[in-house]
């Protein structure tokens, strides 16, 4: 199976589909978000999804459709839990490169996360750094691990680029 799948993870808030459109125009690739695809599919939001069926009818919907991914040059972000349910990661090893957005919880939670309304895995700071640090050693399993604290959606982007060249 091809290669040139690059499969973006980590947290809520990590900048996985701002780095991914920055990193598919470097590339020349598609873009696509795992939500947006999973919004697309469902045709309602992720928050209703969650709010009708409970979040285990999200992660089946999660693990089903790493097989409709398209196979060739794109670059996917994925959903925060979506490495980590399933073990997907273990299947986004074997058809892509998977590069974990590695940003700490003080960042997330003071920077990114503002605007909490539409991420129902989001409650308070104390169990996002809880759900932070047992999702950790999943996203450790990546190909390739980038710090993006600080950091700029197009610097984040260009040094992924040099790694999985
Ligand atoms: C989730 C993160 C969200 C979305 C859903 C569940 C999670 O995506 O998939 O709300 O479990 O961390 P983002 O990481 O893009 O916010």
Redesign the pocket.
């Known amino acids: 199976m091809s290669k040139s799948l690059v499969f973006l993870i980590g ?3 990590a900048g ?2 701002s780095v991914g459109r920055c990193l598919a125009k470097t590339l020349k690739y598609k873009f696509i978000d795992t ?1 947006q695809l999973i919004e697309e599919q469902e045709k309602r939001s ?1 928050e209703s999804i969650f709010k009708e069926n409970g979040e285990s009818y999200f992660r089946n919907i999660e693990r089903d459709i790493i097989n409709q991914f398209d196979k060739k040059k794109c670059v996917y972000s994925t ?4 490495p980590i349910f399933n073990r997907n990661i273990d299947k986004l090893k074997v058809i892509g490169q998977v590069v974990y957005l590695k940003t700490s919880s003080v960042v997330l939670l003071n920077n990114r996360i503002k605007n909490n309304s539409s ?3 989001f409650q308070d700071a104390t169990s996002f750094e809880k759900l932070h640090k047992q999702r950790e050693s999943i996203y450790c399993e990546a190909d390739f691990i980038v710090k993006t604290d600080y950091k700029i959606p197009e610097e984040i982007a260009s040094e992924i680029s040099l790694l999985i060249e």
């Open positions: 947290m809520m808030g996985k589909s939500d992720i959903g925060g839990g979506f991420r129902p895995m």
